[in-house]
């Protein structure tokens, strides 16, 4: 009997001197985003949760929650439910946690970020790794960049081509107000709404239009919905981040952080090239397939732009003081030295 004794005591020492050992991980760890596949939203979320399975030799298995279903859909919620630990890991829009992490309305102010090489020099610049930092502060542990990607304007009704076209129509936003301020200084009347809510409100003619990233306008189909008209403004980009929540993170090995790590930046650097795909560099062919479908697409000149610029430089200035003038002006310097 003793000697079974000092053995279990033996045991449980040995146990404790053990840093943190593969039996407390979970089954399952829960990752949340907005769409699934094959929106390049989605496929980075699965290719990260795969590269986790395939790195860690399945010890930390991940399952990917699409249409934000851990927080009913709310994706101004996401954020919370992450700190809280409803949801383990995510990959989620700047815009979505705006609410709680008031610096990331930063890729929402209007009209500051002209190019692809705008938004890259803000998340792989001093930028980037202030926010970093900033999130890092809030029980999460941020790991990589991604991208959702240049929200364009699209409606039911007309052309837009200068900021008076914008008059009087209903436009689904999304959840900063920042958005409100910038629709409604544009003359627009917004309502923000979650887009699990925005696709029965477009094709009900509820509201008239909404803005959101090509790949999600041609995935989500939303000429099916009576979006006849799209206009290339570039006003915003909205970069995605690839999050673990603390406590989460702080129960694997060193050795299974590092492949987390290593699998959020590889998943993530394929997922800014998907994002990507059809619009950058020369290749067109997503705008091809939207005007195939019976889709106007209005390119705005330099000068048609700066009309929309001015209507919203108040908007901008405001903001920048909410966000943080020293923040914003070290992403207007690393853009200017692109
Ligand atoms: O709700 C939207 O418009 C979306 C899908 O782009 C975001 O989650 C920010």
Redesign the pocket.
């Known amino acids: 009997m003793l000697r079974v004794k000092s053995l279990l005591a033996g045991l449980a020492m040995a146990a404790l001197a053990l840093p943190a050992v593969a039996a407390e991980y979970k089954d399952e760890y829960r990752l949340s985003t ?2 699934g596949k094959p929106f390049p ?1 989605g496929e980075g979320g699965e290719r990260w949760a795969e590269l986790i399975r395939e790195k860690t030799d399945g010890r930390i298995n991940v399952k990917m929650y699409p249409g ?1 279903s851990l927080v009913n859909g709310d ?1 101004t919620r996401e954020f919370t439910a992450l700190r809280q630990g409803v949801i383990d890991l995510a990959v989620g ?1 700047t ?2 946690w705006s609410p709680q992490v008031k610096e990331l309305n930063l890729f929402s102010l209007p009209f500051l970020m002209p190019d692809y090489a705008a938004i890259d020099a803000l998340t792989k610049g001093p930028v980037g790794e202030s926010l970093f930092e900033l999130l890092a502060e809030k029980d999460v542990v941020p790991l990589a960049w991604g991208e ?1 990607g240049f ?1 364009e304007v699209s409606n039911s009704s007309r052309a837009i081509r200068t900021p008076e076209d914008m008059r009087g129509l209903k436009m ?1 936003v ?2 900063s107000p920042l958005f409100n301020d910038t629709f409604t200084a544009l003359g627009a009347n917004p309502t923000q709404m ?2 699990a809510d ?1 696709q029965p409100a477009l094709s009900t003619g509820a509201v008239d239009g ?4 090509l790949s ?1 306008f041609t995935v989500a189909k939303l000429h099916t919905v009576g979006q006849d008209h799209v206009t290339l403004w570039g006003y915003v980009a ?1 970069p995605l981040i690839f999050v673990v929540n603390q406590e989460v993170w702080e129960s694997w090995t060193p050795e299974d952080q590092q492949a987390v790590r290593e699998a959020a930046l590889q998943a993530a650097e394929e997922q800014v090239a998907l994002a990507r795909k059809g619009l950058a560099d020369g290749d067109e062919n997503l705008l091809k397939d939207i005007e195939a479908n019976g889709v106007t697409v209005t390119r705005l000149s330099d000068e048609e732009k700066e009309a929309f610029r001015n209507a919203t430089r108040a908007v901008y200035d405001a903001w920048a003081e909410r966000i943080g003038p020293e923040l914003v002006k070290q992403a207007e310097d690393s853009i200017a030295a692109r």
């Not at 909404?210 to 990233?213: L, S």
């Open positions: 907005v769409v939203w934000v994706q829009s815009i979505n959702n929200r689904r999304v959840g979650s887009w925005a909404q803005e959101n990233p999600i909205d």
